[in-house]
Every structure is written in C-alpha cells, then in structure tokens.
C-alpha cells in the first residue's frame, strides 16, 4: 500500500465489528453474484454494489471507477456524495491519488491535508463536490491489470479510514473485480448480439424484397410459391416474372451452403438470371421469335454460370437451378434444370413426368452444356418443384420425410396457395418439434380446367 498518510487510526477493532465487517463483505459479495444470476445490466450491478459499501462505510463519497489502459482514461460509473448522485458522463483524464494506485497496483490511504497532496498530485475534483478530509482507494484488478479504481471519501473528518478499512477494501475488490468484468463483457457480448440480430433482421428484409411480392396470375393460369428459411436469412429463392410475347420465367433455387453467405449469392442468381433472360441483347433474338424462350434459358443460365465460375470460383459458391418459360398460350413449357431436385408434372391420375437434369449446377464448371427440354401442360396439370429441405427434414427418430407423402396433397382439388401451406404443415408435423435444417421453398403452377 503507499502510504499518504499523516495520521494514524485512534484505536482497535473489537472482534464483534470486525466479524460485523466479514458478514458485510459476505452480503455484498451475496449482492453482486444475486445480480448477476438475475442478469442485470452492468450499471444496474455497479449500483447495487456502491449502494451496499455506502450503506456498510457509512461513508459521504463512494465512486467506482473503471479503468482504461489504451486511452490512460477513467470512467465514473458510479459517484455518490451525502446521498446525492453525481453524474460525470464521459472519459477522464488520470490523475492524482488514482495515478498512484495504477502505477503501483496498490491502495493509496490519505487521512490528512488531503486538499494539499492532491493539489500537488493534479488531483481533480468533481464541479460541485465538496474536498475531502480523508480519502481511501483500492484497484480493481483482473489478471495483471488494474481494470478500475474502488474509493471512498469522507468530508467531514480526517483519519476516516484505517487498516481494517483498507484490508476490507482491498477484499471487496478482489472479490467483485472478476465478477464486475464478467457482468461488462456479458453485456458487451449481449448488445453484440442484439446488433448482430438486428442485422441480420434487415438484411431479411432486403433479401425478402428480392423475391416477388405478388406473383403473375395470368389467365388460365394459378401459381403459388413459399419459402420458409431455417436461418434468419436463406439461400434458397423463387421467382416468377413476365417475358415477351406472352411468356412467362419460373425459378427455384438453392444456393450451396446457409446464413450470410448464401443470402448475399442468392441475390447475385437470382439478379443475372431475371436480368439476362429480360433483355433481347443478351438472347439476340427478336420478340415473336419461335426461338426466344431457347435462346433466353441459355443466355441466362449460361453467362451467369460463366460469371459464378471465373469471379467468385474461389468461393466454391453454386446453386442448383430450375428455370423455365412457359408459352401461356400453349402450355408448353421449356426449361434447364441445372443440378436441382426434379419437379414433377402432376395429372389427376399421379405423377404424369419427372423434370430431371439437362446440366450441373450453375457456378461449378466454367462453359457448362445445358441441354434444353420441353413439355406441354393441359388443362388440370400441375408443376410441383421444391428444393431438398423439404426431404432433408428429419424427425426425432431419424426418418426423412418422404415426398410420397405429398401425391396425396398434390392431387386435391384446391387452390395452390392453401395446399402449399397444408404441405408445409405436414413437414412441420413430421419435424415433431426437431430443429429445421434447410430452406424448404415450393413453387407451384396450374393450368386451370376452367377459365
């Protein structure tokens, strides 16, 4: 301890006050831990502690005070003075008898001609506080460093404080320093947390903005789609726009991997793929061109497999894609399926054809083959497609849902919109409360019987 002392402690401590003393530290020590279980924020812990040692010193000045080694500053976190709070908001410079105690990592006892030595030693008061007669600083240390300063002032009398006082300090110190530290960075992390939450939330928003608020419902047609994410963000999507001569685009795909990642290239896919195929340029054909819907799945899916591979082919980034054009006149439907899950042609009699595979996926070898192939939809057919969450769903007992069990669905006679939603249900059900593992995205398409 340095010693500044010009005065000593009249008197000893009688057994009965210092095992008073002991059962004090205990109940504040009890305090601290309590708020900590209850998981207060770290101001609310600061107070509850200076409260305690106010109320246990009998003491006009408490002030904790933390700490900061890269800026050589410190913060009152905590500042009370004949009950009053004192609000110093802000990093201070360090001075005085608390330059002393960082120096050393020792308590700095000052029992008389306070106001002198801390003159000389630049120590700074408080606008609107009262210069004590006695002054007692303990640090707060973790590790080897002194992360904070615990002192206590009396104005009204010189030799205040004493040994006992000093060792009691000293203990209560020790003793809150880690948990103090543990509460700063605990809310720390938590405000990181919430952050990092609110983040994610908008880039949700972002990435939701991407897909189609309202699909096309042309007439003659029904299409319905839902994308139910396992993360706060996906890397699946759909999309359904209009082209030329009464064409439609239809897409659905999954981007390799989960989280940020495959969020930020599910909106590069699915950018070049809706602008590529939007634009006569890149097609190099002409609308009313019996070719367009040819040329466009090519161009399309071509230049952005090129791209994927020569500018982002280090980040092993890929989607399997589904993407085709329907002519709304004649039902024909031609499309790419590049590595994706095979959508299926649905008569009422069952599964009529399975769309497989015309190519790999896209963004994994540079000029890929992407064979072109067609069918034609009647009146009554439905187009089911979904990416792999929906059979990757696993229930408790490790049993994979089946999409068996959607023919049943697929085969009612209802509007898209609830069956997609009654298929999502029975995943859910299936899952029996197990965590999803996927994006489970469906897209479905009908031509109506009646228009």
Sequence with gaps: MTDLSFGAESGLLGLERQLAQREAELQIINSVQQGLAAHLEVQAIYDLVGDRIRDIFNAQVVMISIYDPQTETIEHLYAIERGERIYAPGHHPIRGFRTQIVKTRKP??????????????GQPTLPGTITPKSWLGVPMIVGDQVTGILSLQDVDR??????????????LAASMSVALENARLWEQEHLYRKALEREFEIGREIQLGFLPRRLPQPR??????????????????????????????????????????????MTLFRSLIRAVSNMDYYARVKSGDANSSEARLVNAISLTNNYIVKTHGRTGMFATVFFGILDLRTGVLRYINGGHLAPMLIRKNGVKKILTLTGPAVGVV???????????????????????????????????????ELIPVLLKD??????????????????????????????ALRRVKHE
């Design 108 to 121: 700095v006892l000052v029992n008389t001609h306070v106001a002198e030595l801390a003159a000389q030693l």
């Design 158 to 171: 010189e030799n205040a404080f004493g040994e006992s006082e000093v060792r009691f300090l000293q203990t």
């Design 220 to 265: 003659g047609w029904e299409i319905a789609a839902s994308l139910k994410s396992a993360r706060e963000v996906a890397g699946d999507f759909y999309d359904v726009f209009l082209l030329p001569d009464k064409k439609i685009g239809l897409v659905i795909a999954d981007v390799c991997d989960k989280g940020l990642g495959a969020a930020l290239f």
């Design 414 to 443: 209802q509007s898209l919109s609830p069956m997609l939603t009654q298929i999502q249900k029975r995943v859910a059900e299936h899952a029996a409360g197990a965590k999803q593992f996927d994006d489970i995205t469906l897209l």
């Design 366 to 404: 540079l000029d890929a083959d992407y064979a072109i192939r067609e069918i034609k939809m009647e009146k009554g057919d439905l187009l089911f497609a979904y990416t792999d969450g929906l059979v990757d769903t696993e229930n408790p007992a490790g049993e994979f849902f089946s999409e068996k």
